[in-house]
């Protein structure tokens, strides 16, 4: 009988992962506008109201409501109010000219559109529909109230949420420390683009491919990585990057080499410096998963396969990534989506096939599920999470994981 442990489900994997991830220490001052992907390292509370004041949402008149009890109604135009303008209380029996952004001066209670009104040159103005009390008006406050959390800690900020950091008058951010990321592929059969043309490319030699996903992975993670390029197919090679790396580095992450050949060295290579603590997922693609220690620093051994460290990369380093910065959200939710395929054949282990929405609203299958075609990867628009031992009939509904949110 084998005496191997039996493969871990991915799920129990990955909490043990996180449970291991504590938040790292320190934090980062960075400015706002360079803030994108970053953590929020506290809560960020507004110190003003937003909009400040009362303000037109819409280029028109600023009126009483009351004094417009029909339509037709002609009213002398008192003052004009350009956004960044104070205007004086309104006069009864007035209107102001009044364009978008501008404060709502005193009095007013409603605005009118101008395509719902005829000027008379800038002297007047005939009211050609009855205004409501409160129309076209932005409240105070209404987007943010003084002294609300706008932005939570653990929040990873996109675009929006920095925009709405700077409408608080908030220049520079406080944020999670980046983790700083080694990485390095083994394989005698790598070489690098650029390094051999393709016409002149040994017998089975192949271009290094996981280096390029998996750095830009690590850089959209919002690490700081240092790429150790490719080591040679030898214990005591490995041995040296991984010591090397250990030193400085909150993560190491290889690329090949975790399997169980003789040509396999990462493996007795983290054993030998640290630990190894986790190993070979049931997942397919992605079984040759490791983790362990090297020193002071998290090791993360991905299988070689493209597809397989690209999927377990999003599925597991990701989360692992996120939780070091103490992000709050380190998951989302699948969709159900019906299955427009028939997979007769489960595999035993958890599968993630790559599919694709398509215009009926269904999910298409690349026909070549091999862990080695990394173009099911470019084709795809997202996993299909299909649970062990489990046939789909067309029309089944499935578990669909957008790649959009993985790769965000």
Request: proline fraction near 8%; glycine fraction near 10%; charge should be negative.
């Amino acid at each position: 009988m084998s005496s191997r442990p039996p493969l871990r489900p991915l799920d129990d994997a990955l909490a043990d992962l996180l449970a291991r991830a504590r938040p790292l220490q320190g934090a980062d001052d960075v400015a706002t506008v360079d803030a994108d992907g970053r953590v929020l390292a506290e809560d960020l509370v507004s110190a003003l109201q937003v909009p400040p004041q009362d303000n037109s949402s819409m280029d028109g008149y600023a009126v009483r409501s009351a004094e417009i009890a029909d339509e037709g109604v002609v009213l002398p135009v008192s003052q004009r109010i350009a956004a960044g303008q104070a205007g004086a209380p309104l006069q009864p029996g007035t209107a102001a000219r009044i364009f978008t952004g501008a404060p709502v001066p005193e009095g007013a209670d409603a605005i009118v559109m101008q395509e719902d009104a005829e000027a008379s040159g800038d002297q007047a103005v005939r009211i050609l529909r009855v205004p409501d009390r409160g129309q076209w008006i932005r409240r105070s406050g209404e987007d943010v109230q003084r002294g609300a959390v706008v932005l939570q800690r653990g929040q990873r900020l996109d675009p929006a949420a920095c925009g709405l950091a700077a409408s608080i008058g908030r220049d520079r951010l406080r944020v999670a420390a980046r983790p700083k990321v080694a990485m390095f592929s083994t394989g005698d059969e790598l070489v690098l683009p650029g390094t051999v043309p393709p016409e002149q490319m040994p017998p089975g030699a192949i271009y290094n491919s996981n280096r390029f996903f998996l750095r830009q992975l690590l850089v959209r993670c919002g690490c700081e990585v240092s790429d150790l390029g490719i080591v040679p197919d030898r214990r005591d090679a490995t041995e040296a990057a991984l010591r090397s790396a250990a030193a400085a580095h909150d993560l190491i992450l290889t690329s090949g080499g975790v399997s169980v050949g003789e040509e396999d060295h990462i493996k007795p290579a983290v054993q030998a410096l640290g630990s190894l603590d986790l190993w070979q997922i049931a997942m397919k693609p992605g079984k040759p998963f490791a983790y362990g220690t090297v020193g002071g620093a998290h090791f993360i051994g991905l299988p070689g396969n493209p597809v397989s460290s690209f999927v377990t990369f999003l599925l597991l380093v990701r989360p692992f990534l996120l939780q070091l910065q103490g992000a709050s959200r380190l998951q989302w939710a699948a969709l159900q989506l019906p299955a427009h395929f028939d997979w007769k054949r489960p595999d035993r282990r958890r599968e993630f096939l790559r599919v694709r929405r398509n215009a009926q609203g269904g999910l298409d299958l690349f026909a070549n599920q091999s862990s080695g075609v990394l173009t099911s990867a470019v084709w795809a628009d997202g996993l299909l999470d299909n649970p062990a031992n489990q046939p789909i009939a067309h029309g089944d509904p499935v578990r669909f994981l957008p790649l959009a949110e993985l790769l965000a």
